[in-house]
Nanobody, 116 residues
Framework: QVQLVESGGGLVQPGGSLRLSCAASGFTFSNYTMNWYRQAPGKERDFVARIFNTGDNTDYADSAKGRFTVSRDNAKKTVYLQMNSLTPEDTAVYYC?????????WGQGTQVTVSS
C-alpha cells in the first residue's frame, strides 16, 4: 500500500538546523511531485516546498526561501528537507505529500520544535 514516513524532526535551538526525510513506498516515486507542508498549532496546513519528479525544479514558500532546501533521491524513494536558520516560527508538524494527476498521499508528520 502507499506509504510515506517522515523522520528527522525534533527539538532544536533558534538558529539551528534539521534535516527531514520522507521515505516512500507503494507507488512509483519517480513519477510524482513531492511536497512539504507544515501545520502549526491552531493554524492551517501551509505549503513549504516542492520538488518535481525529476528533481530539476523546485518551489518554495516565501518563508522558506534562502533557508530551506528540498531534494530527492529517486533511487532511494526519499525526499529531504534541509532546514537552516530555524526560528520559533518554524515550529510545526511537517508533512510530506506525494502529488500527481488523480493521486495524492500524505505522511503522518514529524514534529519540529524550535525553542531555547
Amino acid at each position: 500500500q502507499v506509504q510515506l514516513v517522515e523522520s528527522g524532526g525534533g527539538l532544536v535551538q533558534p538558529g539551528g538546523s534539521l534535516r527531514l526525510s520522507c521515505a516512500a513506498s507503494g507507488f512509483t516515486f519517480s513519477n510524482y511531485t513531492m511536497n512539504w507542508y507544515r501545520q502549526a498549532p491552531g493554524k492551517e496546513r501551509d505549503f513549504v516546498a516542492r520538488i518535481f519528479n525529476t528533481g530539476d525544479n523546485t518551489d518554495y514558500a516565501d518563508s522558506a526561501k534562502g533557508r530551506f532546501t528540498v531534494s530527492r533521491d529517486n533511487a532511494k524513494k526519499t525526499v529531504y528537507l534541509q532546514m537552516n536558520s530555524l526560528t520559533p516560527e518554524d515550529t510545526a508538524v511537517y508533512y510530506c505529500n506525494a502529488w500527481g494527476l488523480g493521486f495524492s498521499a500524505w505522511g503522518q508528520g514529524t514534529q519540529v520544535t524550535v525553542s531555547s
